[in-house]
T-cell receptor, first 109, second 113 residues
Framework: RKEVEQDPGPFNVPEGATVAFNCTYS??????FFWYRQDCRKEPKLLMS?????NEDGRFTAQLNRASQYISLLIRDSKLSDSATYLC??????????WGAGTKLIIKP | EADIYQTPRYLVIGTGKKITLECSQT?????MYWYQQDPGMELHLIHY???????EKGDLSSESTVSRIRTEHFPLTLESARPSHTSQYLC????????????FGQGTRLTVV
């Protein structure tokens, strides 16, 4: 079993819709959680950190459920420019970052 | 914009050649990483470093080697390139903390013919 698991997708979603991704992690000692975005043939870039109380940044909401060991990302009013691969990242032992394989999102006009 | 740079951006090289991929960051980050990523596939950690003179192998077995003589510089070397080394190589850096993000360079797209 992978340490960080994501649904690979792709998620095909019409513009304006709401889409949610989940990510599960296996290390209960993990302390830091992130969502990154990676455009095709580009490097990953931080979308948002995920805090215990949940956090929101515009149309994006991230939540953490430590008891069930999953984090989620909600995108409201999706735009064509949201099309990308979304990577779930969790801190592991030895200050390492453990990367999920990513969920591909395609927003259709 | 992140201050982390990779050169070259693209490289086509013949089998058996020795190559060095350069990565430099000006943020003073202690931790640096090399990832390998095939198109549409996940990131694989191949090397990382906690600071000067520290290098560790990552999860994915790699025939490459790295060095960390200066904080800002983390080059990756392939002694004898093979077609199986064709991939994108991404360098990243972060502070020595659990809560800080990793910043990535733009990557080197390597093709071995």
């Amino acid at each position: 079993r992978k340490e960080v698991e994501q649904d690979p997708g792709p998620f095909n979603v019409p513009e304006g819709a709401t889409v949610a991704f989940n990510c599960t992690y296996s290390n209960s000692a993990s302390q830091s959680f992130f969502w990154y975005r990676q455009d095709c043939r580009k490097e990953p870039k931080l979308l948002m950190s995920v805090y215990s109380s949940g956090n929101e940044d515009g149309r994006f909401t991230a939540q953490l459920n430590r008891a069930s060991q999953y984090i989620s990302l909600l995108i409201r009013d999706s735009k064509l420019s949201d099309s990308a691969t979304y990577l779930c990242v969790v801190s592991g032992s030895n200050y390492q970052l453990i990367w999920g394989a990513g969920t591909k999102l395609i927003i259709k006009p | 914009e992140a201050d982390i740079y990779q050169t070259p951006r693209y490289l086509v090289i013949g089998t058996g050649k020795k190559i060095t991929l350069e990565c430099s960051q000006t943020m003073g980050h202690d931790k640096m990483y090399w990832y390998q990523q095939d198109p549409g596939m996940e990131l694989h950690l191949i090397h990382y470093s906690y600071g000067v003179n520290s290098t560790e192998k990552g999860d994915l077995s790699s025939e490459s080697t790295v060095s960390r003589i200066r904080t800002e510089h983390f080059p990756l070397t392939l002694e004898s390139a093979r077609p199986s080394h064709t991939s994108q190589y991404l360098c990243a850096s972060s502070e020595y903390s659990l809560e800080t993000e990793a910043f990535f360079g733009q990557g080197t797209r390597l093709t071995v013919v």
